[in-house]
């Protein structure tokens, strides 16, 4: 693999990787204040729809993105309802919003614009555009390794996948050194010490969970207005699954967790790499055994190294508050 190959993959990785941290991070806030959120996929898929059909209609990807976030935060207060006012299972309450948001976006969209179950194709004016960082042309063409790392994996990128950047270190702030942070961590670990201390349990979670609804649905719209440009049925195939996979082996923490999305979308990035290619010895392997690779990832990672990741403790366990 000669090195323009080498940096072509890697920036795949990093288009592939930016809807992952979204919503990796998402389920961080959620988890970590005790509510398992099965719901990531479902979230993702309507914020896809929500983002492709307001950018249609309106003309501008920055609406699509608002009704994604909005979308995705809907969703959320329909799983806290469940969960946390009325104590019901969290992993049914995600399931449900899953099998329901994957029955609905296609109807509507079948519904409101009679194109198979799909949005119209966006135009380049309604959807997110690359942006070109200063002098990355410039440096592209004069500086040896460094310049055309510059120029084709760190420039070139739509705002959203700079945004998810920048959320990894933004979260690890609000959960490690703010005060909600501190909160948020309580909650997840001893609702009941939280309690004690006068402070809302059912709030605090309420709070994480429109932080999860709005980061999935951002999430979403990077898969319908700038990696792709419209919505199709099931396009998050499986991503917020992979991205709950991802917050677990990255046990819960933001950087691990970056690092967790990384290697899940290389293998993405490989995956399409090898397609067609004809390997010595072997031949051409199956495209559906190249696509099986970043999911036979996550189940190895997983099996390997769930058990050595330590849950918030009341995660998944309803509160109750003692009268």
Not at 279 to 285: A, L, R, S, V
Request: glycine share 10%; aromatic share 8%; charged share 10%.
């Amino acid at each position: 693999m000669d090195y323009m190959t080498l940096l072509s993959v890697l920036d795949g990785t990093v288009r592939t990787a930016a809807p992952l941290v979204l919503a990796a991070l998402a389920g961080l806030f959620a988890e970590r204040s005790g509510v398992v959120d099965i719901g990531l996929e479902g979230k993702m898929l309507a914020g896809a729809f929500a983002a492709a059909a307001a950018a249609s209609v309106t003309g501008s990807p920055w609406l699509g993105l608002l009704a994604a976030i909005l979308a995705g935060i809907a969703l959320s207060m329909v799983h806290a309802y469940a969960t946390v006012t009325h104590h019901g299972n969290q992993v049914v309450s995600g399931m449900a919003i899953n099998i329901l948001v994957a029955g609905l976006t296609p109807t509507l969209a079948f519904a409101w614009f009679q194109q198979g179950g799909q949005t119209p194709i966006l135009q380049s004016g309604e959807r997110f555009q690359s942006i070109t960082l200063p002098l990355a042309d410039a440096l592209g063409d004069t500086i040896p390794v460094l310049g055309p790392l510059y120029r084709e994996v760190i420039s070139g990128h739509n705002i959203l996948v700079y945004a998810a950047v920048l959320a990894v270190p933004v979260t690890a702030w609000v959960v490690y050194r703010s005060r909600f942070g501190l909160r948020l961590r309580a909650v997840g670990e001893n609702p009941s010490a939280v309690d004690t201390a006068g402070i809302s349990v059912a709030k605090l979670r309420y709070q994480a969970l429109v932080i999860c609804g709005a980061l999935t649905g951002a999430a979403g719209a990077y898969l319908s207005t700038a990696q792709g440009a419209g919505f199709v049925r099931d396009m998050t195939a499986g991503m917020g699954y992979l991205a709950l996979a991802a917050l677990i082996f990255g046990k819960w923490k933001p950087a691990p967790t970056l690092a967790a999305c990384l290697l899940f979308a290389l293998a993405d990035a490989v995956q399409i790499r090898l397609q067609g290619v004809d390997i010595p010895g072997i031949g051409i392997i199956p495209v559906q055994f190249i696509q099986m690779l970043p999911y036979v990832l996550t189940v190895l990672l997983l099996a390997g190294f769930v058990g050595k990741a330590v849950a918030p403790k009341a995660s998944g366990i309803p509160y109750v508050k003692e009268r």
